[in-house]
């Protein structure tokens, strides 16, 4: 497996990003109405992954993006991590831990203090894995702040034992 930088709106990114969204649609009933550009992950103050296989395939994406306070529910120094996401034939082997990681020490070199993310309780797969690298539930925040299923989680920046 290999993890590249890449843009939120090439190719291989769009195809994971479809692929997410349908499996939105599935959990949810709809797709991820977030406001987000391909600008929100350029450098500084952003990142996206792409992870390929053996074979060049696209499998697994994530991404972070700089928020401060916000009336949203933002802290100043945020990075929100966003369409994290690994195919179905590819789960289970480590990519999304992989990605995560890499996106938490780009953040933390960019300056950012705070990793936020918002999930639903119908992906308890992902609530997994965020729990079992550190983070805790943080006051709600974002586009789906007043929705019962949302849940937001976070972690420290700063303490790289967090």
């Known amino acids: 497996m290999e993890i ?9 990114a769009v195809r994971l990003n479809d692929l997410v969204q349908r499996e939105y649609v599935e959990r949810y009933g709809d797709g991820d109405a977030t ?17 390929y296989d053996a074979d060049e395939q696209p499998v697994a994406s994530g991404g972070w993006r700089a928020q401060d306070a916000s009336p949203g529910g933002h802290e ?5 991590i966003k369409r994290m996401f690994v ?11 992989a990605i995560l990681a890499e996106l938490e020490a780009s953040a933390a070199a ?7 993310l918002e999930t639903g309780s119908r992906q308890p797969e992902a609530i ?13 925040f974002g586009y789906y702040r007043d929705q019962e299923l949302s849940m937001c989680l ?3 920046l700063a303490d790289p034992q967090a």
């Open 4 to 12: 590249r930088r890449t843009r939120y709106n090439e190719p291989a």
């Open 110 to 116: 960019a300056g950012r203090t705070r990793m936020v």
């Open 128 to 140: 997994a894995l965020y729990e079992s690298c550190g983070y805790v539930p943080v006051k709600k």
């Open 35 to 51: 406001p987000m550009a391909a600008d929100n992950f350029d450098p500084p103050n952003g990142l996206y992954l792409v992870a």
């Open 154 to 156: 976070g972690k420290s």
């Open 76 to 80: 100043d120094g945020d990075a929100e």
């Open 87 to 97: 195919v179905k034939e590819a789960r289970g082997r480590g990519l999304a831990r």
